[in-house]
């Protein structure tokens, strides 16, 4: 069987990255009291180094994908049965649990209050599944594996000048958190504030409090109460910054080659009143054969933001821009989001252009995507284009410079 499994193994090395992870469940000869006597056979096993073996044994331990049974061994979760997820909480106080691995049509499995141990809205846990007889999935808390460090914010509940409770904003934290008060301390009753839990228990944990938002009716505290508790990035760290400052702010020469030039055509973006920044941009010509060919221009970013750069972390990190009614978090600094990989009138700008050729029905015959360079003609807004269709003469007659 030893000779049977190492064979496997040299085939599985051949083809693809025999993991570690794999190795163990594959084989369960691999058990182990300790961390050290599982690493040496496991290198030995996979021909790693066994430092790195220890350190990939130890992650996998930390992220509760093994687990030490019962004291005695060192096994992958599945042998025991358990499954790894994330906890959503409810308001009445249970829990669903999202299994690592499930697909969108799989469904979570509920936790009841009783059995969830300690554990908490968005902590990650290992879970002992129960098949009820009415069909429905039904989950213990076996191990809590990583607690929710994001921050949690509330309104600040004042029982005197030494304590208070914190009731989060978010219901799915079905509890009030306690905290302790310095003689420092110079939020008010029913401020909100910004708390990160220190002490976690399925009744009150206990917090402590990071920043105080102000009064709730504030204006403002509303949107900043929003920033804090999803976690998002006001400000960027100084060296995306500078790498964004050192970007040019118009085409250099070297930069048009290979490059299909639309300067000469009429370009518009199309977007509401107030943006600021502009990312797209369209352009139509109508072939001898009725049909057109609707060019679509999207920013060029990737021109200037290198993978592996800072720049491109830190958009890695934020995902999206983030637009509330008073403000913009966006994804890469102005220097770019609103400077040169901003497709603004008369200026020119690097794209990635997209040429669609349409039949007079508007039915797609061939596209072309290519690099590009623009010069947009207009900068149009929705509410003047919907006026245009509509016949409104003194739309029209604005931009009849590029009619």
């Known amino acids: 069987m030893k000779d049977e499994l190492q064979d496997y193994i040299n085939e599985q090395v051949d083809t693809e990255e025999m993991t570690i ?100 809205n968005k902590d990650t846990v290992l879970i002992k599944i129960f098949h009820l007889d009415d069909g429905r999935l039904e989950g213990e808390v076996f191990k809590i594996v990583k607690r929710n460090e994001d921050n949690i914010v509330g309104t600040l509940l004042m029982t005197n000048n030494k304590y208070a409770f914190v009731r989060p904003d978010d219901n799915r934290n079905f509890f009030d958190i306690f905290v302790k008060l310095d003689k420092n301390f110079k939020g008010k009753h029913l401020d909100k504030v910004v708390v990160k839990l220190t ?86 010509d109508e072939n001898e054969d009725g049909g057109f060919v609707l060019g679509v221009h999207i920013a060029d970013v990737s021109h200037y933001v290198k993978p592996g750069s800072a720049l491109d972390q830190e958009a890695y990190k934020r995902a999206t821009s983030v637009y509330f009614c008073d403000r913009v978090l966006p994804m890469i600094p102005e220097e770019l989001s609103n400077g040169i990989c901003s497709l603004n009138p008369g200026v020119e700008r690097l794209t990635m252009s997209v040429l669609i050729d349409l039949d007079h029905h ?42």
């Open 21 to 120: 992870l794999k190795l163990l469940k594959e084989d369960q000869s691999f058990d182990y009291k300790t961390l050290g006597d599982l690493s040496k056979a496991v290198s030995d096993a996979l021909g790693i180094e066994l430092p790195k073996a220890f350190s990939e044994i130890s992650e996998l331990l930390k992220n509760g994908d093994l687990i030490l049974s019962g004291g005695q061994k060192i096994i992958p979760i599945d042998r025991l049965n358990l499954k790894k997820g994330k906890l959503t909480g409810h308001n009445r106080g249970f829990c669903f649990c999202r299994l690592e691995g499930a697909t969108k049509d799989d469904p979570d499995v509920f936790v009841p209050h009783v059995k969830l141990h300690g554990a908490l």
């Open 199 to 284: 002490n976690f228990n399925s009744k009150n944990p206990e917090g402590r409090i990071t920043e105080i938002l102000g009064p709730a009716n504030q204006k403002g505290v509303d949107i900043l109460s929003v920033i804090r508790e999803f976690n998002l990035y006001e400000e960027f760290p100084r060296e995306v910054l500078d790498e964004a400052r050192s970007v040019p702010q118009s085409v250099l020469d070297f930069e048009r080659k290979d490059r299909m030039n639309f300067c000469d055509q009429i370009v518009v973006t199309i977007d509401g009143e107030d943006s600021k920044d502009f990312d797209d941009a369209i352009s139509i």
């Open 362 to 403: 508007g039915t797609v015959k061939s596209y072309k995507i290519t690099p590009g360079i623009i010069k947009s003609s207009a900068r149009m807004t929705y509410t003047d284009v919907f006026a245009i269709l509509q016949g409104d003469e003194e739309t029209t007659k604005k931009y009849e410079n590029i009619s």
